[in-house]
């Protein structure tokens, strides 16, 4: 199946057009500044929507989405993705490893600050990794990444050392990925989950802008870090907007209070496609969409189960109709965008429900009481699907609802609160089926996701199977690229085939942006955060 291509376009939508005048966003914010050296001209402010209050901290258990896009603002990590997607230096000026792999060394910069005017140094890298990162009682949010470093040492006040168990080949594109640097002075001696002050109220950052003000529900606002150690920000200012309806993202970037985001209910798409002064980008990205069972029970542990209600769901034509063909159906984790490693040569579980109902039949699932619901040992099947509301995930999931009903699974769909979802699904794990995507590293290794190591970790359908552990540990041991791809086609073999997630799509993002805004580079939204300081309005 051909890939529908984003196209970009300057767009209109509805009745209303970008004002000029209005007091938010970047189309209304004067630029009074001074013009760069590039020519662009500094000054003014842009607006992000958000779709729940945000955690400054992104390690905290409960930092999602949500808090990753301010995050990647406030504060900076050792490496930053490349706008080749490759690992790219940031307070590390420059890395090597040792020739078995097992010790990597990073020269950090010497002229970065906190916001708050210390020192950054060694000490900062060792106490995030060793106290907080590397702390298994602690859980911490992508620590998964981690789980093959035995320590991190300070070398000296600009020298630090990962200390591996064994190699990971991924590691400078794990440490640019939402791991980024807190600041010792501030935790040491606290519990990091429970410092209210920094994670809630007065985040301290080394990012290229710093908080301003924060008023809980309605919006974050940050100003150019003076500071920076870096090419100092273009924009004075970055807000984003507490909005959780999708329809208002697209209504306020019309109406000049918005300015940027990655469109997550295409419902609107064609709309936005014909109107003036926004366009809208296209952007590949490393995500797949997934269904999860939760594997702790029993019952989703047989690979039938799980296989059946995937056979049940129409995959392409929820692409067709709700994501109005901007992806394209998944059969594992490794996304089209890492083409080195990709491959579609891989058993696909089509839309057949007639094989669904056999499959189910072989688990010993029948309708024995002729109430249209299948029942095993006087226990009908019945599922709880619980989900958050973002984009276009409630929709998706009534779609889903319908289809699996449909070969006599009941499934009673549950909705709920963004942060409400994280805390029951993603921290107490206290779901049976839910629906949601991950986006990850520009690497292939699925370890934090996949493997059994991480099943309190990423690994949220807690999944174990040896032999793709024995994959993945292979895959991520080594640099040499032949290597790994072999690697990863088995891989990928065996994840289309025992299904540790549902795979539902590989979307691709529509990236949404008023026409005002340059210097963001070709990347994902996401991404492209680590480059606000670029950011710029032309007038």
Known sequence: MKRKKLRVVVVSFIMLILLTSCSYGAGSTPNSGNTAENGSKSGGKVSIPIVADPTFNPWHPNAYAESNVINRVLFSGLTQPGKDLSPSPDLAESWETSEDELEWTFKLREDVKWHDGEQFTADDVVYTFNEIVLNEELGSNNSSYFQKVREVKAEDDFTVKFILDNPVAALPAYLSFNTEILPQHIFEGEDPWELTSFNKVDPVGTGSFKLKSYTSGQSVVLERNEDFYGDMALLDEVEYKVLADANTHVAQILSGELSIFA?????????????????????????????????ELEKYQDKNIRQAILHSIDRQNIIDTVLKGYATIADSGIAPALEQYYIDDVTRIEYDPERAKSLLAEAGWADTDGDGVLDKDGEALSIDFEIGIQGDLEAVAQMVQQYVEKIGIKVNLKTMEWNTMIQEVVVNRNYEMSLNWWRYPADPDLSAYMHSDNVKGNNLPGYKNKELDDLLDKGSETSDVSIRKEVYIEAQKLMADELPYLFLWYPQEAQVRVDELKGVPELSFGDALHYINEWYLEE
């Open 263 to 295: 469109l997550d209910d295409l419902a609107a798409i064609e709309k936005i496609e014909s109107t003036e002064g926004v366009s809208v980008h296209a952007r590949e990205t490393t995500r797949f969409f997934w269904i999860i069972l939760n594997q």
